[in-house]
T-cell receptor, first 112, second 115 residues
Framework: GEDVEQSLFLSVREGDSSVINCTYTDSSSTYLYWYKQEPGAGLQLLTYIFSNMDMKQDQRLTVLLNKKDKHLSLRIADTQTGDSAIYFCAESGGGGADGLTFGKGTHLIIQP | GAVVSQHPSWVICKSGTSVKIECRSLDFQATTMFWYRQFPKQSLMLMATSNEGSKATYEQGVEKDKFLINHASLTLSTLTVTSAHPEDSSFYIC???????????FGPGTRLTVT
C-alpha cells in the first residue's frame, strides 16, 4: 500500500535553516502537503505542491519535489522558536477529495 | 473561512459504552468528510470517507460496526465508537473537503479515553 516516511526528530539552532525530508511510494500522488501540528492544536496546512512542479517557495518556506526519487523536502529559513512543532508530510491522489496518507511526523526542536 | 469544529474536544467513557463525536463545517458545505485516528507519536491514519446521504467508505482493517459514521447533512458528520474498549483510546480527527480546491480542512481533534 501507500507509504510515507520521514525521520522522527530534527534539531536546529535558532536562526539556522531547517530541512525536513520525506519519501513516499505512491507514484500516482498528485498533491503533496506539509502540515504543522503544535501541542494541543489541530493540523495547519503550511504549503502544498502539485506533482508537476519541482519547487515552490512561500516566504520562509521552500518545498522541493523530486518526483523521480519520490522525495519531498521542506526548508524553513531563519528558524524561530515558534517553528517548534511536529511537521507531517502527506500525499493524495485526488487533492482535497481523497483521504490523505500521512507520514509519522518530524518533531522539530529549536535550540537557542 | 473554512473552519471545521469537533465536539467534544475530549471525552472519557467507561469500557462497553458508546460515544459520539461530531464534526461540523462551520462556514462552508462539505461534499466529503474524512475521519482519521492518531495514536501517540504516530501519524494520522485514515479510517473512513463519508459523503452526505450515502454510506461511508471504510479503510481496510477498520470495523464498520464498531465505528459508525453518519453524514446527515453537508455540514455535519458523526463518528460513534460503539462498545468502546481501552484500545479505542486515541485522538480522532475529522477533515472536510468543500470540493473547490486541493485542501482538506481539519478539525481540532477529539481525545477519547476509555477506562
Amino acid at each position: 500500500g501507500e507509504d510515507v516516511e520521514q525521520s522522527l526528530f530534527l534539531s536546529v539552532r535558532e536562526g539556522d535553516s531547517s530541512v525536513i525530508n520525506c519519501t513516499y511510494t505512491d507514484s500516482s500522488s498528485t498533491y503533496l502537503y506539509w502540515y504543522k501540528q503544535e501541542p494541543g492544536a489541530g493540523l495547519q496546512l503550511l504549503t502544498y505542491i502539485f506533482s508537476n512542479m519541482d519547487m515552490k517557495q512561500d516566504q520562509r518556506l521552500t518545498v522541493l519535489l523530486n518526483k523521480k526519487d519520490k522525495h519531498l523536502s521542506l526548508r524553513i529559513a531563519d528558524t524561530q522558536t515558534g517553528d517548534s512543532a511536529i511537521y507531517f508530510c502527506a500525499e493524495s491522489g485526488g487533492g482535497g477529495a481523497d483521504g490523505l496518507t500521512f507520514g509519522k511526523g518530524t518533531h522539530l526542536i529549536i535550540q537557542p | 473561512g473554512a473552519v471545521v469544529s469537533q465536539h467534544p474536544s475530549w471525552v472519557i467513557c467507561k469500557s462497553g459504552t458508546s460515544v459520539k463525536i461530531e464534526c461540523r463545517s462551520l462556514d462552508f458545505q462539505a461534499t466529503t468528510m474524512f475521519w482519521y485516528r492518531q495514536f501517540p507519536k504516530q501519524s494520522l491514519m485514515l479510517m473512513a470517507t463519508s459523503n452526505e446521504g450515502s454510506k461511508a467508505t471504510y479503510e481496510q482493517g477498520v470495523e464498520k460496526d464498531k465505528f459508525l459514521i453518519n453524514h446527515a447533512s453537508l455540514t455535519l458528520s458523526t463518528l460513534t465508537v460503539t462498545s468502546a474498549h481501552p484500545e479505542d483510546s486515541s485522538f480522532y480527527i475529522c477533515s472536510a473537503d468543500r470540493g473547490t480546491d486541493y485542501e482538506q480542512y481539519f478539525g481540532p481533534g477529539t481525545r477519547l479515553t476509555v477506562t
